[in-house]
């Protein structure tokens, strides 16, 4: 039996999540969908994904506050982040990696960009 890839997106505009959802699911992955950090913090602890992408502005948790909850909890401190943010300041890019996350995705992004993006963490979480 083929494993289906589990990814978690974050994304307080429903129009962005559902094009992320549409791009990731295009390509074979399963795609739970969460609407604030909060929300995603609770559905990556049911969840277990296979990786989470955070959208960095998002009410009740932001994605920073969410990424540092994640890495509290033993069954999702490995789960590779990826966040989203349509601002691309150094300091901000550079403060997201530092909590541990794996890419730094800008807005706007073409799905395939995203597509690519997300493959290529899950194809680097199989070799590590």
């Known amino acids: 039996m083929i494993h289906v890839r589990k990814i978690l997106v974050a994304e307080d505009e429903p129009d962005i999540r559902g094009l992320i959802k549409f791009s990731l699911e295009f390509v ?13 913090v609770n559905k990556a602890l049911q969840e277990i994904p296979d ?7 998002m009410p009740k948790l932001n994605g920073y506050e969410a990424c540092e909850k994640l890495k509290e ?3 999702t401190r490995n789960i590779p982040v990826a966040f989203l943010s349509a601002r691309g300041q150094e300091e901000e890019i550079k403060h997201g990696l530092e ?16 597509q690519q ?3 290529s963490m ?4 199989d070799i590590d």
């Open 99 to 114: 909590l541990g996350a794996a890419e730094y995705i800008l807005k706007p992004f073409a799905p395939d960009q995203l």
């Open 122 to 125: 899950l194809a680097h979480e």
């Open 117 to 119: 993006r997300v493959l």
């Open 28 to 40: 074979g992955l399963e795609v739970v969908e969460a609407t604030d950090g909060l929300d995603a």
């Open 73 to 75: 909890y033993d069954s």
């Open 51 to 57: 990786l989470i992408l955070l959208d960095v502005r």
